[in-house]
Nanobody
Framework: VKLVESGGGLVQPGGSLRLSCAAS????????LSWYRQAPGKERLLVAY???????NYADSAKGRFTISRDNAKNTVYLQMNSLKFEDTATYFC?????????????WGQGTQVTVSS
């Protein structure tokens, strides 16, 4: 099982980035997918979620600025981030989750750094 994030980098306030998370080793289409972020010294927080059926949810901090999407044919989940702010600076992680009768399957990527700075 592998989740590999990409697309992070340095961007000015007001700019945009598109993060990608490429998955392999499991049945991607059956999993809910999330983006989390973690700033230095702070806890990891949920940013956005998309279910296996395509239903989305966002943290208040992301509503109206970020869009999560998935491409099951490419086994990839995306996070389009617009109107970036200084406080969006963090390491962004993707997670795949599936609940089943025997418990919970949960996989994490290694993270990609997003820095918003002028």
């Amino acid at each position: 099982v592998k989740l590999v994030e990409s697309g992070g980098g340095l961007v000015q306030p007001g700019g945009s980035l598109r993060l990608s998370c490429a998955a392999s080793g499991f049945t991607f289409s059956r999993f809910g997918l999330s983006w989390y972020r973690q700033a230095p010294g702070k806890e990891r927080l949920l940013v956005a979620y998309i279910s296996a059926g395509g239903t989305t949810n966002y943290a208040d901090s992301a509503k109206g600025r970020f869009t999560i999407s998935r491409d099951n044919a490419k086994n990839t989940v995306y996070l389009q981030m617009n109107s970036l702010k200084f406080e969006d600076t963090a390491t962004y992680f993707c997670k795949a989750t599936r609940a089943h009768i025997l418990g919970l399957d949960e996989y994490w990527g290694q993270g990609t750094q997003v820095t918003v700075s002028s």
